[in-house]
């Protein structure tokens, strides 16, 4: 079995290895596909970090009306803090507000402004396991109270994340086909080619017998190779790509999304390997389907 | 060392048990096999020829004979218009897809221009039936090895193809038709390539490779090699295979001849 095995790699080589720098060229082409195809997940995969991120951010701000007194603030909270979604509360007070918003620099031009400008408000801090149903129906019930101005979710955040990955993944889905596209016409033409320059070698062993499935299977096997190694080497130029990008605005995005933005995670590279090898082959198969007869 | 003809058994496909009854036929047989190219210029019609095991044919006639097309119907690289061809009592011609390789596997077929692939070491060039047999590594080497060294390549194995001379690559073809042991031979123009006493050391080695109890079919339009040895002679004419019994090199009367090219035929003595 071992045997076998190493003879066929052997015949593999000894076929193949004088089409080296076409095959080179070939895995060079389908890099630069893959590239473009592998950004997109890698886009798409942060943006869901992100949209998980904010759906899992469980906060609810209840602003309140001037003029609501500290009675009214506690049974508020203390009617809240027995509400099983919620985790714990935190009244904000104008001056509270005003304070925060001045200390984090954010916006430090309204320090101008007076205390009064800056709303007092509950921040409900909610439970990992809660449903978006739920924190509807605790917003809305909020709404009810008189002493309750208004009253954010945060939804709409969530739901233009939601916009932006699905979006992201309709952009995949399209790249995908691009790639796909790309992997079929490289990998094919460069087996086709490969078949011309060896059709001495292709008609030498159908001469002594060997089956179509003989004659192909290097040409398969070259071709899951192009697609794989084409496939690794775009993870590896965008793992490269993706180090300086972090290295030099790893705060700023960190500030800017809420998360640390992470590298594709090994179940998807290995999958893109795994795709582009099944596709090399797929490929490759479809550029030699027809050998030359003896 | 002369093989045992009734131990003979040919490769099959997996499954296929061996007709005993098949030892017994001739080991190739045309009847009454057509072949044209074009409809106005027909190359084989209605030949009618049967090799026995063990015989060494020459096949000869003129350029465009047909002597080419005659083989690579054994092989299966054409197909027949009309008749059959029957190699060990079974008609290629119904041969599947899938059966022709291991006809395939039963033949030697070795070409004027080699037809040996140049990147490849010798070795690999000779080992490439054993490799598509599914033999084990070692009883490859053992096997190339043995056969190298029968047509005088011994060591040089590990030489490309492309750096040998002529007569060189020619030992590789043969070496490479000869190393799955198959029950024919079909040299189409072996010597073409070659000056003459190449051309005499190869059909040597044929000689050889023949005494051993394969059948050999030579083609050829080398009228000094017939002349050369005593085998069985077919000529081509007009589309139909003539055995010439005395050979070419004999006392003729003027009036009993018909001119073929440079071959001249005595029809007297001719059996169609």
Not at chain 1, 246 to 262: A, S, V
Not at chain 2, 37 to 54: A, K, M
């Amino acid at each position: 079995m071992i045997g076998s095995s190493m003879s066929a790699v052997g015949r593999i080589w000894r076929s193949g290895r004088g089409d080296v720098r076409v095959y080179l060229l070939s895995v060079f082409s389908l890099a630069v596909a893959f590239v473009c195809l592998a950004s997109a997940l890698l886009v798409v995969f942060n943006l869901r970090a992100v949209e998980t991120r904010w759906a899992r951010a469980g906060r609810i701000s209840v602003y309140l009306r001037d003029g609501t007194s500290n009675d009214q603030v506690a049974q508020l909270r203390k009617a809240l803090e027995q509400t099983p979604a919620v985790a714990s509360t935190r009244h904000v007070t104008a001056a509270d507000a005003r304070k925060e918003m001045v200390d984090d620099g954010v916006a430090g031009s309204l320090a101008v402004l007076p205390v009064e400008a800056f709303p007092a408000t509950i921040e409900l801090a909610l439970t990992d396991d809660v449903t978006d149903e739920q924190v509807a129906a605790i917003a809305q019930k909020l709404r009810d109270v008189p002493s309750i101005e208004s009253v954010e979710t945060y939804q709409r955040w969530t739901d233009r994340i939601s916009a932006l990955v699905r979006g992201g993944v309709a952009a995949s889905a399209v790249l995908a086909l691009v790639v796909l596209a790309a992997v079929v016409s490289v990998i094919s033409s460069t087996m086709r080619f490969a078949l011309h320059r060896r059709r001495v070698e292709v008609e030498v062993l159908k001469l002594v017998g060997a089956t179509d499935r003989f004659v192909r299977g290097p040409f398969l096997v070259e071709g899951a190779l192009q697609g794989a190694v084409g496939a690794a080497a775009s993870l590896a130029l965008l793992a490269v790509l993706y180090a300086i990008v972090r290295g030099k605005f790893d705060d700023e995005l960190g500030l800017l999304l809420g998360i640390r933005p992470t590298f594709l995670p090994w179940e998807i590279m290995a999958s893109m390997i795994a795709a582009g090898a099944m596709l090399g082959a797929l490929s490759a198969f479809a550029g030699v389907r027809k050998l030359s007869a003896v | 060392m002369v093989r045992n003809v009734s131990a003979f058994r040919p490769a099959l496909r997996s499954g296929q048990r061996f007709d005993v009854s098949a030892a017994a036929r001739p080991i190739l047989s045309f009847e009454s096999v057509f072949k044209s190219y074009r409809t106005d210029q027909p190359v084989l019609r209605g030949t009618n020829l049967v090799i026995e095991r063990g015989e060494f044919v020459f096949i000869t006639g003129p350029s465009g004979a047909g002597k080419s097309t005659l083989l690579r119907l054994v092989y299966c690289a054409e197909q027949a218009d009309d008749g059959r061809i029957l190699f060990l009592g079974r008609d290629v011609a119904r041969l599947t897809e899938q059966s022709i390789p291991v006809l395939r596997r039963n033949m030697g077929v070795v070409f004027q221009d080699f037809r040996l692939v140049p990147a490849w070491t010798v070795f690999d060039n000779v080992a490439i039936p054993l490799e598509i047999l599914g033999l084990p590594s070692r009883l490859i080497r053992t096997r190339v090895g043995e056969v190298l060294e029968r047509v005088g390549l011994s060591g040089r194995g590990a030489d490309k193809v492309s750096g040998l001379s002529g007569g060189e690559q020619q030992r590789v073809a043969i070496a490479r038709a000869i190393v799955g042991e198959p029950a024919l031979i079909l040299a189409d123009e072996p010597t073409g390539n070659l000056d003459p006493q190449l051309a005499i050391d190869i059909l040597g080695l044929f000689e050889e490779i023949h005494e051993t109890g394969t059948t050999i079919l030579f083609a050829t339009h080398d009228r000094s090699l017939l002349e050369l040895r005593s085998h069985r002679i077919v000529v081509l004419n007009d589309g139909r295979a003539i055995d010439v019994p005395d050979g070419l090199a004999i006392t003729i009367d003027e009036d009993d001849v018909q001119p073929v090219d440079d071959f001249t035929i005595p029809m007297a003595k001719v059996a169609v």
